[in-house]
């Protein structure tokens, strides 16, 4: 347990006038009907009647409306931002899932059984059994094709994805390789391609074929999608243009790690760089 | 088109000014000093919840302090926690009108009242007293007759208007001069629905019904300025009044009312030429709003006028302020705000995905292409 948990006990278990979980059960039911439908369609955009949620749209409602669905009185939550535990908004919506359930919280992932994310996946490999909810501001990979839902909707159902692949090939083209920075579109099962949400590219990898349950909630624009374990996840890429994860010329700072994604930050007016992952790097810098 | 409908030949403009003063009371605080002070500030956080309770709107404004789209946010979030108990067929004709104007009409059948509005006194600002304790004494109901009521709580009635008005278009309508509404609207609840359910007309009215008022009115704006030449809005009809809510009885199976909740209509109707070609009929908007936020009912009627008998435009596609799906993902300010706003959030990560990018692209195209780079 760490000191974010320990503060939390305090707090009380529930919150007077309030459900357990915040959400009435038929919300909950509704939420978990729709993410059955996603485990079973991979990459599967699924609509789902999203409800208003204590935080603004656009800061994780989604995310949080899968997460006070599918968490249970004996699960054990982590919150990240970016990979940081203490990141203001990941705080929020951690106390916010704590004083409604009153579920004990942690920023060890491997203590974890429910982790919800915005924009990372955490450093260490998540096992069987634990659930990973990303936030996801833009559900649509093929938006940057088409604003158009009623469009967009049509192509994944035609499985026509000429012109991501066609956006892809003027890329590299243009500049040699892709320019999708984060939200790499990915192939999920040699199916629907899906965005991974706002992480690097260098999360892209580790969803492939992964031991966890990945749940995908999008509030503002009431979608949610998942990868059930073990599913393949290809970034779209052509063979002779592999795809390419963020490279770093140095270490992190913090904890030597090379093995990590890393953030520009300035120590002492000095542009370093350091794990995102803090958490990680906090275990490391304490093992070593 | 002028206002030649509405002449001050009786005391109306001042009277009417009077009423709306009275409506707004004396000062006082806490979420009751809301309601009675700022009563279009609480209907405006009213219609933009789908929340019309005056005394908790205001409780959210002064929590919010005094920010619009956060107190929506509060009362939405508030709402979505709360089981739907019922639901209720309105009749716009069992509106009790207060008032009623129709610009396209000089003399309607059953006439127009001016009711409680600020909308012809003049803009000075006054810097002498608190607001609520100024303005002439009121000696009529906006029509220059009858007796001003006494403004106890928040609104003044004004009985002597008739009820119920007949509609200004039914002459038209009568003469085959206007176009069917299409599609007929269905009640649909986008709040309980999955998405995707917006593309109903019903659930486009929901959406204008709670959609954010400057945006509503900016895009009715660039609809009404964009498109002139060939689409000329005329506000038809413009109604402020009581709405009976009426539901089911449970056990008896009867009919209950429960109450009447403060409601503005507008209809528009539009003369369009397509093609160069007359449009032989009216196309009519409908647009409600609950509270007295009047020009969200009359953008709401021009965007659903606009978007009933739409044209594409030069590249197959209607033009914005026409576009119902367009317009499904501007107008709602929850979903705008929040996003907007979520811009404050940390985005290191992918900042650093993106100078990556930046970075491989520089170190790419110096090899190669020397524009490709510029």
């Known amino acids: ?288 | 088109m002028g206002y030649t409908s509405v002449r001050d030949v009786t005391g109306a403009v001042s009277a009417a000014a009077a009423l709306a003063r009275k409506a707004a009371g004396p000062v006082q605080t806490g979420p009751d000093g809301v309601v009675v002070g700022l009563p279009l500030l609480v209907d405006q956080v009213a219609a933009e919840a789908g929340v019309h309770e005056p005394t908790v709107c205001a409780r959210a404004l002064l929590q919010a302090n005094g920010d619009t789209a956060r107190a929506v946010s509060l009362l939405r979030a508030w709402a979505a926690t709360l089981p739907r108990l019922g639901s209720s067929r309105a009749a716009v004709a069992e509106v009790r009108a207060v008032r009623r104007i129709t610009p396209g009409f000089r003399e309607p059948p059953a006439g127009q009242y001016l009711g409680p509005s600020l909308d012809y006194e003049s803009r000075l600002l006054d810097l002498d007293d608190p607001p609520g304790a100024t303005g002439p004494a009121a000696s009529g109901n906006g029509n220059g007759a009858g007796a001003l009521p006494d403004a106890h709580g928040r609104r003044a009635k004004t009985p002597p208007v008739p009820h119920p008005f007949p509609r200004s278009l039914e002459g038209l309508d009568a003469r085959g001069l206007v176009a069917p509404a299409e599609p007929l609207a269905s009640p649909v609840d986008r709040t309980r629905h999955s998405a995707g359910a917006g593309d109903d007309r019903g659930a486009f009215q929901q959406l204008l019904g709670r959609a954010e008022t400057g945006a509503m009115t900016a895009m009715a704006y660039a609809g009404l300025r964009g498109s002139a030449t060939r689409a000329d809005p005329t506000l038809v009809e413009l109604r402020t009044g009581g709405l009976p809510v009426r539901v089911t009885h449970p056990e008896s199976g009867g009919e209950v009312v429960l109450g009447e909740v403060e409601i503005t209509m507008a209809e528009v109707a539009l003369y369009a030429v397509h093609d160069g070609t007359p449009d032989a009929r009216l196309t009519v908007g409908f647009g409600a709003t609950v509270g007295r936020v009047e020009r969200r009912a009359v953008a709401a009627a021009m965007l659903d006028g606009g978007c009933a008998r739409a044209v594409p435009g030069g590249h197959g596609r209607p033009a914005p302020p026409e576009d119902r799906e367009f317009l499904g993902i501007v107008l709602d300010g929850q979903e705008a705000t929040g996003f907007v706003e979520h811009l404050k959030l940390p985005h290191h990560v992918t900042f650093t995905a993106d100078l990556d990018r930046i970075q491989a692209v520089r170190a790419g195209g110096m090899a190669g292409d020397d524009e490709e780079r510029s």
């Open chain 1, 1 to 288: 347990m760490t000191v974010v948990s320990r503060l939390l006990d305090e707090a009380p278990a529930t919150r007077r006038g309030y459900a357990w979980g915040y959400l009435d059960e038929p919300s909950k039911r509704e939420v978990r009907r729709a993410l059955l439908k996603a485990v079973c369609i991979p990459g599967h955009q699924v609509p789902f009647a999203s409800r208003e949620m204590p935080v603004a749209r656009g800061w994780g409602s989604g995310g949080l409306q899968i997460t006070l669905s599918v968490i249970q009185p004996d699960d054990t939550l982590k919150v990240i931002d970016q990979g940081d535990d203490s990141s203001m908004n990941a705080q929020a919506l951690r106390q916010l899932v704590a004083e409604t359930t009153g579920v004990a919280t942690t920023t060890d992932v491997n203590l974890a059984t429910v982790v919800q994310t915005r924009h990372r996946v955490p450093e260490d490999d998540l096992g069987e059994g634990q659930v990973l909810v990303f936030q996801v501001p833009i559900a649509d990979p093929l938006r940057v094709i088409d604003p158009r839902p009623s469009v967009t909707r049509r192509m994944h159902s035609e499985g026509d994805y000429a012109g991501v692949w066609l956006y892809l090939y003027e890329d590299t083209a243009r500049l040699g390789q892709s320019s999708f920075a984060h939200s790499y579109p990915v192939e999920v099962e040699g199916g629907y391609v899906m965005s991974p949400s706002p992480i690097p590219r260098w999360d892209v990898p580790r969803l492939d074929d992964a031991p966890f349950l990945a749940l995908y909630g999008a509030g503002r624009e009431a979608v949610v999608y998942a990868v059930p374990p073990h599913t393949r996840v290809a970034p779209l890429s052509f063979d002779d243009r592999p795809f390419q994860r963020e490279r770093f010329d140095r270490p992190c700072r913090r904890c030597g790690s090379s093995v990590s994604y890393l953030d520009e930050q300035f120590v002492a007016g000095e542009l370093v760089l350091v794990c995102s992952d803090t958490d990680w790097c906090r275990r490391r810098q304490g093992a070593s």
